[in-house]
Antibody, heavy 124, light 108 residues
Framework: QVQLQESGPGLVKPSETLSLTCTVS????????WSWIRQSPGKGLEWIGY???????NYNPSLKSRVTISVDTSKNQFSLKLTSVTAADTAIYYC??????????????????WGQGTLVTVSS | EIVLTQSPGTLSLSPGERATLSCRAS???????LAWYQQKPGQAPRLLIY???SRATGIPDRFSGGGSGADFTLTISRLEPEDFAVYFC?????????FGQGTRLEIK
């Protein structure tokens, strides 16, 4: 079955860029939409954005100015970049697969499976 | 965006008892586009219910979801020791997708 694994630095300095990669195994990344979700004690679970293999993306308006999600179909991976990070961006970051209904303009999706998550701490 | 409010914040019950968790939306969630997840310490959330009442693959039938409009419930008919965890609801009716703050189900 499909499995997801996040990777990337666990510590990022304030004002720098957070970069994470999600590797998809057990299935093709071209078959579904994919998202990043983060979880922190202060904000709970927060959806960051999604991508399709075609490059179609949608971002949470609260983060849109700082987020870029990209895909590499040759490696079956998708990635997250979050710029100008602050302590408020400290969280566990999860990559997830969409299930449900998606068109070129919108998705109505629930999420399964989830990656195990990776803790990213923003600190100098 | 749709704000989801879960209640109670913490629910203390004993194994074998029935648990009822609530998720209330700030506006109607059309087409019952609501999901429930279970999260255990140190683990990622796991999908339990989608479409308000459809169980995900492999989820025991003691878990059931209900509701419509702005009020939804997750019911666990007879609590097993492994059911004590945190439960989240999520709406996917409109972007951005949003989650409730969670209900912690603890052993009494």
């Amino acid at each position: 079955q499909v499995q997801l694994q996040e990777s990337g630095p666990g510590l990022v300095k304030p004002s720098e860029t957070l970069s994470l990669t999600c590797t998809v195994s057990g299935g093709s990344i071209t078959s579904y939409y994919w998202s990043w979700i983060r979880q922190s004690p202060g904000k709970g679970l927060e959806w960051i954005g999604y991508i399709y293999y075609s490059g179609n993306t949608n971002y949470n308006p609260s983060l849109k100015s700082r987020v870029t999600i990209s895909v590499d179909t040759s490696k079956n991976q998708f990635s997250l970049k979050l710029t100008s990070v602050t302590a408020a961006d400290t969280a566990i970051y999860y990559c997830v697969r969409h299930l449900g209904y998606c068109s070129s303009t919108s998705c109505s999706s629930w999420f399964a499976p989830w990656g195990q998550g990776t803790l990213v701490t923003v600190s100098s | 965006e749709i704000v989801l409010t879960q209640s109670p914040g913490t629910l203390s019950l004993s194994p074998g008892e029935r648990a009822t968790l609530s998720c209330r939306a700030s506006q109607s969630v059309s087409r019952s586009y609501l999901a429930w997840y279970q999260q255990k310490p140190g683990q990622a959330p796991r999908l339990l219910i989608y479409g308000a009442s459809s169980r995900a693959t492999g989820i025991p039938d003691r878990f059931s979801g209900g509701g419509s409009g702005a009020d939804f419930t997750l019911t666990i008919s007879r609590l097993e020791p492994e059911d004590f965890a945190v439960y989240f609801c999520q709406q996917y009716d409109s972007s951005p997708y949003t989650f409730g703050q969670g209900t912690r189900l603890e052993i009494k």
